[in-house]
């Protein structure tokens, strides 16, 4: 009788560009990790994570640039400088994108949506409206997203109504609980709640 062997799988080593990125990142509040993903999320063993608890701070998402094995991006507050929002598309393996402070607008969504591969996008911002769902409706990589903290009306979420391929949606408060019912019928296999 033959024993199998399991060899557990060590985390990957950072390499030289995002040893960099690390010591820029460091003082501004990143905080750059392998973790080992949920298997509904990733396929891979490991994949490399970038928390910012951005406070009070404008963040350049250009600083993120050189971490080309990125998964996941999450800045927690502050402000997110829109024009840098165009580097997110040089990151090939970014599937995670979370911007819970400010400074992402119709615009950024636009840029945002330019990002095919991301499959769970959580973003808050006062001047998001329909003109940015409609870009955000068209990627078709999407499972989970979540508005934060935006002005979203009932007549905002029109686009959203194509979503299908959606398994979650959250929305703000500031739609009408008629309108959520609304949307339901047209996504009757995705799970929205109001937050």
């Known amino acids: 009788m033959f024993g199998v062997l399991f060899l557990?799988?060590?985390?990957?080593?950072?390499?030289?560009?995002?040893?960099?990125?690390?010591k820029v990142l460091d003082p501004i509040g990143g905080s750059l990790e392998w973790v080992a993903p949920d298997a509904r999320e990733s396929k891979d063993e490991w994949v490399l994570c970038l928390d910012v608890e951005n406070k009070a701070r404008s963040f350049d998402v250009s600083l993120v640039k050189p971490l080309k094995r990125l998964y996941a991006l999450?800045?927690?507050g502050g402000r997110v400088l829109e024009k840098s929002l165009k580097t997110l598309a040089e990151l090939p393996r970014l599937g995670l994108l979370v911007i819970t402070g400010e400074g992402v607008s119709d615009k950024g969504l636009q840029i945002i949506a330019q990002c095919q591969g991301i499959s769970k996008l959580d973003v808050a911002g006062q001047k998001i409206s329909a003109s940015g769902l409609l870009k955000v409706?068209?990627?078709?990589?999407?499972?989970?997203?979540?508005?934060?903290?935006?002005?979203?009306?009932?007549?905002?979420?029109?686009?959203?109504?194509?979503?299908?391929?959606?398994?979650?949606?959250?929305?703000?408060?500031?739609?009408?609980q008629g309108a959520l019912q609304r949307l339901a019928k047209s996504l009757p296999h995705t799970q929205i709640e109001r937050m």
Request: glycine share 0%; charged share 25%; hydrophobic share 45%.
């Open 137 to 176: 409706s068209k990627m078709t990589s999407l499972r989970r997203v979540f508005f934060y903290n935006t002005r979203l009306t009932d007549a905002d979420l029109e686009p959203l109504k194509t979503m299908t391929f959606l398994d979650q949606l959250v929305v703000p408060e500031t739609v009408s």
């Open 8 to 22: 557990a799988q060590t985390r990957p080593v950072f390499d030289p560009a995002e040893i960099a990125a690390q």
């Open 74 to 76: 999450r800045v927690l």
